[in-house]
C-alpha cells in the first residue's frame, strides 16, 4: 500500500503548481465542513455516534469528494478560499480503512447523496492490529489528506499520540516538497467514544423534526437531512450542540448550523391530583 499511495502523492508532485499545493501546509490550516466549523489539519481527530460515518463522508465531500467527468474535483471557495478547483484535488484524496471481518460496509448508492464513491479508496485490513498501522503509515506519506479509520472500539493512548506524530510528519513532508494540504485523521467509534489524546471528538446522532415544526408539503420533495452535531471535546473550544441540515441531496450540498431547538419542559403534576391518589381506598 505505501508504494502505491507514495506513487500517488510523486504524480500529484509533477501535476500541482507549487501555489496550489502548499494550500492547507500552513500552521492553523483547517479542513472545513462549514464557514464556522473546520477541524485542524495535521492532527487526528474522533467522530463518534450512530451517524459518525456520515459526518466521515460529509467530511470527506469538504476535502474534494466530488467528481465530474471520472476526477474528483476540490470544493472550491469552502476550503482553499478561491473559486473553482486545483489540479492538486484531482486524485483520491479519502482513504478509508475498516476491518474485514465487520459486516458493516458502505454502499456507494447509500454513500453517493454526500459523496462521490469515485473519490473514496477503501481499505480492508484483516488483523485488528493493521487498522491503526495502515492509518500511521498513510498519514506519514502525506500521499491523502484525508485518512479514516473505521474502528470497532476507541484505541489507546499511545497509538493516539503515535498517528498524532505520523500526521505532523507527513504535514513536514509536505510542506517541504511543495505537496498538497497536511494530511488529517479521522478516527470512527461507536456509541460516544473516548479515544484519549484525540484532538477533537464530535458526536452525530440523527435528529427528529420537532412537534412544532410542520411537515413540507409532498409536492417540495423529501425533507432535508438533519441531525444533532455535538462537539463533546475541542482542545480549542468549548462542548456545544447544533442541529445540523443539508441543503441539497448531492455532493457538495452546503451544511448548515443552526441552535437546537429547545427542549419541551415536562408538564407538571397537580399536586392536589397527587395527594388525592395517595389516599388509601376505603
Known amino acids: 500500500m505505501s508504494e502505491t499511495l507514495l506513487t500517488r502523492r510523486s504524480m500529484a508532485k509533477l501535476s500541482a503548481p507549487a501555489t496550489a ?17 473546520g477541524l ?12 459518525r460515518r456520515s459526518l466521515a463522508l460529509m467530511a470527506a465531500s469538504a476535502e474534494g469528494g466530488r467528481a465530474e467527468g471520472g476526477r474528483a474535483e476540490g470544493t472550491g471557495a469552502t476550503n482553499s ?8 484535488a484531482r486524485f483520491d484524496r479519502v482513504l478509508w480503512i475498516r476491518p474485514r471481518w465487520v459486516p458493516d460496509m458502505l454502499n456507494p448508492d447509500g454513500m453517493a447523496a454526500l459523496v462521490d464513491p469515485r473519490c473514496v479508496l477503501s481499505v480492508h485490513v484483516q488483523r485488528a492490529e493493521d487498522l ?7 498519514l506519514r506519506s502525506g500521499a491523502v489528506s484525508l485518512v479514516i479509520g473505521d474502528l470497532p472500539g476507541p484505541p489507546g493512548l499511545t497509538p493516539v ?25 479521522l478516527l470512527l467509534t461507536p456509541e460516544r467514544g473516548g479515544a484519549p489524546g484525540v484532538e477533537s471528538r464530535w ?17 417540495s420533495g423529501p425533507a432535508p437531512d438533519r441531525w444533532v452535531l455535538e462537539r463533546c471535546r475541542d482542545r480549542r473550544d468549548p462542548p456545544r450542540a447544533w442541529t445540523l441540515q443539508r441543503d441539497g441531496a448531492h455532493p457538495g450540498a452546503a451544511l448548515r448550523l443552526s441552535d437546537p431547538p429547545a427542549a419541551t419542559p415536562a408538564p407538571q403534576a397537580d399536586p392536589r391530583k397527587a395527594v388525592a391518589c395517595a389516599r388509601p381506598m376505603r
Open 161 to 185: 499520540r503515535r498517528l498524532h506524530l505520523a500526521a505532523e510528519a507527513g504535514a513536514q513532508a509536505n510542506a517541504q516538497a511543495g505537496l498538497g494540504p497536511a494530511p488529517l485523521g
Open 203 to 219: 458526536h452525530l446522532q440523527p435528529a427528529s423534526a420537532p412537534a412544532s415544526v410542520p411537515a413540507p408539503p409532498a409536492s
Open 21 to 37: 499545493a502548499t494550500a492547507g501546509t500552513s500552521p492553523g490550516a483547517r479542513l472545513w465542513l462549514t464557514p464556522d466549523l
Open 132 to 138: 491503526l498501522w495502515c492509518m500511521e503509515e498513510a
Open 40 to 51: 485542524a489539519r495535521g492532527r487526528v481527530h474522533e467522530f463518534c455516534g450512530s451517524a
Open 81 to 88: 478560499g478561491k473559486t473553482g478547483s486545483s489540479p492538486a
